[in-house]
């Protein structure tokens, strides 16, 4: 398999730590975003980051260090990634619901992962998401799967159900 074929997942692993933060966070720099990439445009007249097309515009000044861009860059990716994540989720949960399987469970929570290993997107404590926050870094189609797989995998929700799949009415 070549370089070019690596599973997103393994390639992000490998490349992790292959470049120096210097050479990386720079006014004009790319940073992965859904499949494709934005350039990190160094701009003072914004008080928030703001992402205007394939450009994200960071509220910094042209002096501003590599360390600065980063946690400015991934913060808005982290929150971009917990707002789409959530989506995807609660998208994901609706269409692969069925009437008597899940017409009493909640769509799942979401957790983001910052662990530099594990899975896209782990099911935990049978209500809970945990996603690595840079799937948001991957195409739309790959986070759409991971998130349905993983909804696929959630135990099945029997407390308070009767034999159709209704809730029971408590008294």
Do not use: Y
Not at 69 to 92: F, M, N, P, V
Request: aromatic share 4%; hydrophobic share 45%.
């Amino acid at each position: 398999m070549s370089a070019g074929s690596r599973n997103p997942q393994l390639k992000l692993k490998l490349d992790a730590g292959a470049t120096a933060p210097a050479s990386r966070w720079h006014d004009g720099a790319e940073m992965a975003f859904l499949g494709g990439s934005l350039r990190l445009v160094l701009d003072t007249t914004h008080k928030e980051a703001v992402r205007e097309g394939a450009a994200l515009a960071l509220p910094l000044p042209p002096q501003a260090t590599p360390r600065q861009i980063q946690d400015r860059a991934e913060a808005w990716l982290r929150t971009e990634a917990k707002q789409r994540l959530q989506q995807i989720i609660e998208q994901k949960f609706l269409e692969g619901r069925s009437a008597l399987t899940l017409a009493a469970r909640r769509a799942p929570r979401l957790a983001l992962s910052f662990a530099a290993r594990g899975n896209w997107v782990e099911v935990q404590d049978g209500a809970t998401l945990r996603c690595n926050w840079r799937l948001i870094e991957q195409p739309s189609a790959v986070i759409e799967l991971a998130i349905a797989r993983a909804i696929a995998a959630l135990p099945p929700e029997h407390q308070g159900l009767d034999l159709f799949g209704a809730p029971l009415a408590t008294h």
